[in-house]
């Protein structure tokens, strides 16, 4: 099981690593560095939320995980 602090740091590094990616693409897309900072920093922060209550209601799902010696 994770730490809450384990997971907001998987959060944080993964949407730092989102916002780089998405910022190329709105600029691409746009042509304007600053719209697509824009575009990315706003899912980012979104994105963000969701991760982290994603991965906090999946740690407390016990389906699929192994607890100690399995039985053959």
């Given at each position: 099981?994770?730490?809450?602090?384990?997971?907001?740091?998987?959060?944080?590094?993964?949407?730092?690593?989102?916002?780089?990616?998405?910022?190329?693409?709105?600029?691409?897309?746009?042509?304007?560095?600053?719209?697509?900072?824009?575009?990315?920093?706003s899912g980012a922060i979104?994105?963000?939320?969701?991760f982290f209550l994603h991965?906090?209601?999946?740690?407390?799902?016990?389906?699929?995980?192994?607890?100690?010696?399995?039985?053959?």
């Amino acid at each position: 099981m994770e730490t809450p602090k384990r997971t907001l740091a998987k959060t944080v590094s993964w949407q730092a690593l989102g916002v780089l990616t998405m910022t190329l693409v709105g600029l691409v897309q746009t042509g304007s560095l600053g719209v697509g900072f824009s575009i990315a920093l706003s899912g980012a922060i979104t994105g963000t939320v969701m991760f982290f209550l994603h991965e906090r209601v999946w740690a407390k799902v016990h389906w699929g995980r192994y607890h100690g010696p399995r039985a053959n």
